[in-house]
């Protein structure tokens, strides 16, 4: 199962990717990648949520390729996209 989601990057590419970095690692989460492409790994109270990243020009391509089974997939989108709001 995988889910993909396009975002609009409306701000330097190698800031955003370093604050996204930050707030991950604070959350206890894994990030490996740089302004290209990259994964990333977040522990939540229901499970683990998993995923790659593509950056093509002022979009972002966010593939969830891991997720607890009992959480929408609704859910992870638009926590995703409240989080990169805030960074």
């Known amino acids: 199962m995988s889910f993909k989601m396009n975002v609009s990057i409306r701000q330097d590419v190698e ?4 604050r996204i970095r930050d707030w991950i690692q604070q959350e206890g989460g894994s ?14 109270m229901m499970g683990t949520v998993k995923g790659n ?12 390729t891991e997720k607890p089974f009992l959480v ?3 859910t992870i989108e638009s926590r995703i ?3 990169l709001e805030k960074v």
């Open 81 to 83: 996209r409240e989080a």
């Open 72 to 74: 929408p997939l609704g």
């Open 15 to 18: 800031s955003l990717v370093g």
């Open 53 to 64: 990243y593509v950056v093509n020009g002022n979009e972002c391509v966010l593939e969830i």
């Open 31 to 44: 990030f490996s990648g740089d302004t290209e492409s990259g994964s990333i790994s977040i522990e939540t």
